[in-house]
């Protein structure tokens, strides 16, 4: 067989996920591991979207509604703004992948931070497009530089705020003033898939960015229900946008991209408020407890407003994760997003917690770090 592959698909390294718990299990053999490391919600899915896929697994041999009509409705109703203005995907990732497809090609410009999701660089050069990378600055995006970085040529702007795997946002007042200078020709999107578990004053009003437009740049906001609603197995996120943006994206996405499901799964989600309360609540209060406990152990800890947060161990990564492999505790290395000397953590149950804990204090005593 000899195939012609393009020299910008030889050059995308595959998206690296975190090791699954069945690996770790066989390749160590221990039992009972846990993973912190993929900042999934620990505390499982919601109990009303459990009942809801249940109740729709005899109607498995019909397709999914194409639009999906009632989970778009309830979306819009929640964040106040129109169906038309909503986009569903097989998780908010697919939604990045329609924003690319949409409106970049061979030779466009589009403009990230390092380190941040890596899917954003991927799905630019598969479209042939071209990446402009600016290094975080004190852990943060840096603005200023990414505002310097804007062409004729630039399409997109994408900025995870929260940061994935900083854990730092942009302040509502930083972000005002960049996209006011932002020209009117370039797409932000800003990436909110941590933005549940935001401080409020925080948050910056996303229903005034879209809407109103004129003479500025457009915004589209990402969302996802892997996080606080627990839901990630299923895939699901959704973008929030302008009905001109959202009607392009729909042109290039599958008929039936999310499925049945995810559909129904997540309108009941949404509607369980008390299992998405306790959520936020558990996430900060076990935030809290983690960060002070490792800073004790000798370890510097990094404030964060998402349900995970960066550790500086003071010594080699990757040779802590493999120590924690052992003991049966899934992290995440940030060797290869630049950080050698940190791990990253999402917060887990309380036994989790404590779980972890008790590896790192053995791992760090073990790799001679304190």
């Known amino acids: 067989m000899k195939l012609h592959i393009p020299a910008n698909i030889q050059a995308i390294t595959p998206y690296p996920p975190g090791k699954p718990i069945d690996e770790l299990e066989r390749e160590y053999g221990v039992k009972d591991s846990i993973k912190l490391a993929s900042n999934e919600n620990p505390f499982g899915p919601s109990p009303l979207a459990v009942r809801a896929m249940r109740s729709a697994l005899t109607g498995l041999h019909r397709y999914p509604d194409g639009s999906g009509f009632y989970l778009t409705k309830a979306i819009a109703k929640r964040f106040g703004f129109t169906p038309e203005q909503v986009v569903l995907g097989n998780g908010s990732n697919e939604i990045i992948e329609f924003l690319v497809k949409a409106f970049v090609e061979s030779g466009d410009e589009v403009i990230t931070s390092h380190p941040s999701f890596l899917m954003y660089q991927k799905f630019v050069q598969v479209r042939g497009g071209e990446n402009f990378i600016v290094p975080l600055k004190n852990m943060s995006h840096d603005l200023g530089v990414i505002l310097e970085m804007v062409s004729e040529k630039t399409r997109l702007i994408f900025l995870d705020n929260p940061n994935n795997p900083s854990g730092t946002i942009i302040s509502p007042g930083e972000l005002y003033t960049f996209l006011s200078n932002v020209p009117e020709h370039v797409l932000v999107v800003l990436d909110e898939a941590y933005i549940d578990f935001v401080d409020e004053d925080l948050q910056v009003d996303m229903y005034s960015l879209i809407n109103n ?69 558990q996430t900060q209060k076990g935030k809290v407890y983690l960060m002070a406990e490792v800073d004790k152990m000798g370890c510097t800890s990094f404030q964060s407003q998402t349900n995970f947060f960066l550790i500086d161990v003071h010594g080699d990564a990757m040779a802590l994760y493999e120590a924690m492999l052992k003991r049966g505790v899934i992290i995440r290395s940030m060797s290869a997003y ?28 073990e790799c001679g770090y304190v």
Do not use: W
């Open 338 to 365: 630049g950080f050698p000397d940190c791990i990253r953590i999402n917060i887990g149950t309380d036994q989790e917690n404590d779980r972890f804990l008790a590896a790192l204090k053995e791992s760090l005593e």
């Open 213 to 281: 437009s004129d003479n500025r740049c457009g915004v589209v906001s990402l969302r996802t229900l892997s996080k606080a609603y627990g839901l990630a197995g299923i895939r699901i996120g959704f973008g929030l946008m302008d009905e001109k943006v959202a009607s392009c994206l729909h042109k290039v996405r599958q008929p039936f991209n999310v499925n049945q499901m995810a559909l129904v799964g997540a309108e009941a989600a949404l509607a369980d408020e008390e299992f998405y309360q306790k959520t936020l609540s």
